[in-house]
């Protein structure tokens, strides 16, 4: 049984102990720029492997990761993105879809569990339209809930 908690609520909130900054700095690293660096490598082709995928991208921050995901699925600026309300996506990102990627997010209210009622997403969902920002991805978050 584990001894200590693993808290993934946030890319700083659980702090690495004194036996994983001693890996970190023995660590065989290299410029990932531009793909020398032997231990991101590894990391990326054992994930591509667990999830059975063709290759896997290392990214810093849960923030990048999914900016990188919105942007993979609202491939045409002006795609809109329905998320919920209290998302972190929505709340603590920065607008990074909007700014970044030209998507439009469309917010469904949050219940207080940090779930979004079915209904209210499925009469969210636009359909293409001159007028409007076609719906390309509905964004699922648990890390709000309670």
Do not use: W
């Amino acid at each position: 049984m584990a001894s200590k908690v693993v808290d993934l609520r946030s890319d700083t909130v659980t702090k690495p102990s004194e036996a994983m900054r001693a890996v970190m700095a023995a660590a065989d690293v290299d410029d990932d720029v531009l793909g020398d660096d032997p231990t991101a490598q590894r990391f990326e082709a054992e994930m591509a492997a667990i999830m059975g995928k063709e290759a896997a991208l290392f990214v810093p921050s849960g923030t990048m990761g999914n900016l990188i995901s919105v942007l993979v699925h609202c491939d045409v600026r002006g795609s809109e993105a329905i998320l919920g309300d209290n998302s972190h996506i929505h709340v603590y990102e920065n607008g990074g879809i909007s700014t970044i990627g030209g998507v439009h997010p469309r917010t469904v209210k949050n219940n207080p569990d940090g779930t979004m009622d079915i209904d209210k997403i499925v009469a969210a969902i636009r359909h293409p339209d001159l007028h409007y920002p076609t719906t390309k991805l509905i964004c699922l978050e648990n890390t709000h809930g309670k």
